[in-house]
């Protein structure tokens, strides 16, 4: 068995990107920084390779923000905490027994917006687009960023995944 990852193009200039190697990099990467890199092989996400116009719809439909965004994330594990994550606790039993997937949600990615974000910090674009499916994979896993140790917390778990994955802290970057 082997990681599932579902991509929906619906805007054409990602077909340019290896969209399914890239994020299929930073699911791995993520999963053995946070020691669970035998659930790994149960992993189902679906992607929605999208534009700037259909992220500010879900945007302002699911957040209430009426602007465009780099990604969007909705978890399906409802019953996940990312303490239980960071204390490697056994998370088999949400493995699917019908699927035998572990279909942690789903995640809206605009190429526009990205694009402009990788120019704008002088950043590799497929670097970029690895940070956005780690920050939205941790976020699928239970992690946010609501408060400044949660932020903490997730900022630490991204840029160990980041470097596993070759990339530089790019926190160092931004601000």
């Known amino acids: 068995m082997s990681a599932i990852i579902n991509i929906n193009f619906e805007e054409k200039k990602w077909l340019k990107v290896g969209l399914k190697e890239i994020s299929k990099k930073a699911f791995e990467s ?8 035998k659930t790994f092989k149960f992993l189902e ?6 534009n700037d116009k259909k992220i500010k719809e879900y945007n302002k439909i ?3 923000n009426s ?3 780099n990604v969007i ?18 998370i088999s039993h949400l493995i699917s027994s019908q699927e035998g997937t572990l279909d942690i ?5 605009s190429y526009d917006t990205c694009f402009k974000k990788a120019k ?24 946010d960023h609501i408060n400044n140790s949660e932020f903490k917390i997730m900022k630490e778990m991204e840029i160990k ?7 530089r802290n790019p926190y160092n970057q931004y601000l």
């Open 120 to 143: 704008e910090l002088n950043i590799n674009f497929d670097d970029y687009i690895i940070h956005m499916f780690i920050h939205s994979c941790l976020h699928l896993l239970g992690f």
């Open 73 to 90: 994330s909705w978890p399906r594990l409802k019953k996940i905490n990312y303490r239980d994550i960071l204390e490697r606790k056994d």
């Open 161 to 167: 995944s980041l470097i596993a994955c070759g990339i």
């Open 62 to 64: 699911f957040r209430g």
């Open 45 to 50: 996400v679906s992607i929605l390779a999208c």
């Open 30 to 37: 993520t999963f053995k920084i946070l020691a669970y890199p």
């Open 105 to 109: 949600g789903d995640i809206a990615i």
């Open 67 to 69: 602007k465009a965004t």
